[in-house]
T-cell receptor, first 112, second 114 residues
Framework: SQKIEQNSEALNIQEGKTATLTCNYTNYSPAYLQWYRQDPGRGPVFLLLIRENEKEKRKERLKVTFDTTLKQSLFHITASQPADSATYLCALESGGYNKLIFGAGTRLAVHP | DAGVTQSPTHLIKTRGQHVTLRCSPISGHKSVSWYQQVLGQGPQFIFQYYEKEERGRGNFPDRFSARQFPNYSSELNVNALLLGDSALYLC?????????????FGSGTRLTVV
């Protein structure tokens, strides 16, 4: 069956360290993978999109990798700050680009 | 520029009732999608509309329906509400069909069915 899996346990790190979040998927062959941030009671906010032919994408302190052989994406936040504390969702396209399939998200807590 | 706006923000309904949720996309965005998010889970796709036509439907019963208007705003309707329909309903807009531009989500409508 098709699955998208993200670390269900919260990730707790110290301010200034690099946070690494994992997204694994099975039985999908997505052309694109996206990462979103979600704060409590709010809608997800788009962060980055990476295509299947791109190994890595960067935006300021964010970096995403996409390994279609391992069927895995890694999301890194360097020099993390308490303001980065949120739930991070990975999502991949399915069904001819008309819908996104989301993972359950990983909650990140950055401590001062 | 206003983001995606959804109304109402919160709603309490009784089992068996009907509900209509509304969404206004970002100006110029022609694609609107609806997602349901249950606490502790990621959003689950319900519908996508592009240029007023349904372009995608998720695995939801026929009690769920939607439409998009000429100004690209959209409504999600749910009939015969069940307790399990309690969730955050999210609307997302994008300039075109497809994921290349990322989706801009509204803050959602929190529906509670009692």
């Amino acid at each position: 069956s098709q699955k998208i899996e993200q670390n269900s346990e919260a990730l707790n790190i110290q301010e200034g360290k690099t946070a690494t979040l994992t997204c694994n998927y099975t039985n999908y062959s997505p052309a694109y993978l996206q990462w979103y941030r979600q704060d409590p009671g709010r809608g997800p906010v788009f962060l980055l999109l990476i295509r299947e032919n791109e190994k890595e994408k960067r935006k300021e302190r964010l970096k995403v990798t996409f390994d279609t052989t391992l069927k895995q994406s890694l999301f890194h936040i360097t020099a993390s700050q308490p303001a980065d504390s949120a739930t991070y969702l990975c999502a991949l396209e399915s069904g001819g680009y008309n819908k996104l399939i989301f993972g359950a998200g990983t909650r990140l807590a950055v401590h001062p | 520029d206003a983001g995606v706006t959804q109304s109402p923000t919160h709603l309490i309904k009784t089992r068996g009732q009907h509900v209509t949720l509304r969404c206004s996309p970002i100006s110029g965005h022609k694609s609107v999608s609806w997602y349901q998010q249950v606490l502790g889970q990621g959003p689950q796709f319900i519908f996508q509309y592009y240029e007023k036509e349904e372009r995608g439907r998720g695995n939801f019963p026929d009690r769920f329906s939607a439409r998009q208007f000429p100004n690209y705003s959209s409504e999600l309707n749910v009939n015969a509400l069940l307790l399990g329909d309690s969730a955050l309903y999210l609307c997302a807009s994008s300039p075109r069909q497809g994921p290349l531009y990322g989706y801009t989500f509204g803050s959602g409508t929190r529906l509670t069915v009692v």
